[in-house]
């Protein structure tokens, strides 16, 4: 049993007075320093409120924009199909003819002919434009040669088609020094075609009376393409 001293205290409690007191700092901040730091806190707990503000804001401009979203969003594939539907183009080679004889007898020169495959059922040609591709252009000739002159390539769908431009060449080109073979040229026609080139089939291509101004003007490795741009619905 505890005993009383003075007052009725007992010494029980003075003890347990004396263990909380001696947790006590050597020196206890002062009352204005714990004012300062519950004024800091403060300031770090408005901080941290105005953060949380900012991402409620992001969040609700977020909220805004996926609203916008279909409830059921089309699959990639979907996507990709659409996009392919804008608008598809491919290029289709012909064989390559290692030489074509340009003399001074003018006279409808043939290219090699190009097969239009794989464009799909009900698709609207948009556009077709001819490309030609000579590795070398040789004159065999003692004296300067080219082209005598203004010429052009044309096209037409092999089976009841009828000849088109596709591509001006200009009076004097594919000029060449007497004797010598010089690098070719790549050519791509800013005329559109496809008034002949419809779809897929053969197509035929000419150098549409030829004419050279010395015997002779060949063209080594010839390539002939067809560029076909078109939409599906």
Request: charged share 20%; proline share 3%; aromatic share 4%.
């Amino acid at each position: 049993m505890g005993f009383s001293v003075g007052f009725g205290i007992k010494a029980s409690d003075i003890t347990a007075i004396k263990a909380k007191t001696d947790g006590l700092p050597a020196d206890p901040a002062d009352a204005s320093d714990i004012n300062t730091q519950i004024s800091a806190t403060n300031v770090l707990v408005n901080a941290l409120q105005s953060a949380v503000d900012d991402v409620d804001t992001v969040v609700d401009a977020i909220k805004v924009q996926t609203d916008l979203l279909p409830s059921d969003p089309a699959d990639q594939s979907d996507v990709v199909d659409e996009v392919k539907k804008g608008l598809s183009s491919e290029i289709f080679w012909s064989d390559t003819d290692d030489t074509i004889t340009i003399t001074t007898t003018a006279a409808d020169d043939a290219l090699p002919s190009v097969v239009v495959s794989g464009i799909p059922a009900g698709a609207a040609i948009t556009r077709v434009v001819v490309i030609i591709k000579i590795r070398a252009i040789e004159n065999t000739n003692g004296s300067a040669n080219n082209l005598n002159g203004a010429q052009d390539i044309e096209v037409k769908e092999s089976a009841a088609g009828s000849w088109i431009a596709a591509i001006n060449l200009a009076a004097s080109m594919w000029a060449v020094a007497a004797s010598t073979r010089e690098a070719g040229d790549v050519l791509i026609g800013d005329i559109d075609v496809k008034a002949q080139v419809t779809g897929n089939g053969t197509y035929n291509l000419q150098l549409a009376m030829a004419d050279a101004a010395q015997n002779n003007l060949v063209l080594n490795d010839v390539l002939v393409g067809l560029k076909v741009s078109w939409t599906t619905s």
